[in-house]
């Protein structure tokens, strides 16, 4: 937790102008760094694949993959399972 910086002499406290040169400071540490990964290679995906993964779905494939969902599951912690989406 930062409480304050000293910039130019001046400390300064003020949450928004911390932020503000903590950004600045890593925004001039990292300006034009490419990381590189040397000896690995990514596996890379045609434009079909590609195609396939930005394409718009529909209403009823959402539906479908819900209802294939066991009730009793849940997607995370608020206890909503698939019992009460698929009533609601």
Do not use: A, Y
């Not at 910039?7 to 003020?14: P, Q, T």
């Not at 903590?22 to 000896?39: L, T």
């Not at 694949?49 to 529909?58: A, K, P, S």
């Amino acid at each position: 937790m930062l409480r304050g910086l000293l910039v130019d002499g001046c400390w300064i406290e003020e949450l928004s102008r911390v932020k503000e040169e903590v950004h600045q400071f890593f925004k001039k540490r990292f300006e034009g760094v490419i990381p590189k990964i040397d000896g690995v290679r990514f596996q890379v995906i045609g434009q079909h694949q590609n195609d396939f993964l930005v394409v718009c779905f529909h209403e009823k494939e959402v539906k479908d993959v819900v209802w294939e969902c066991g009730s009793e599951k849940s997607l995370g912690l608020d206890g909503l399972n698939f019992k009460f989406i698929k009533e609601f």
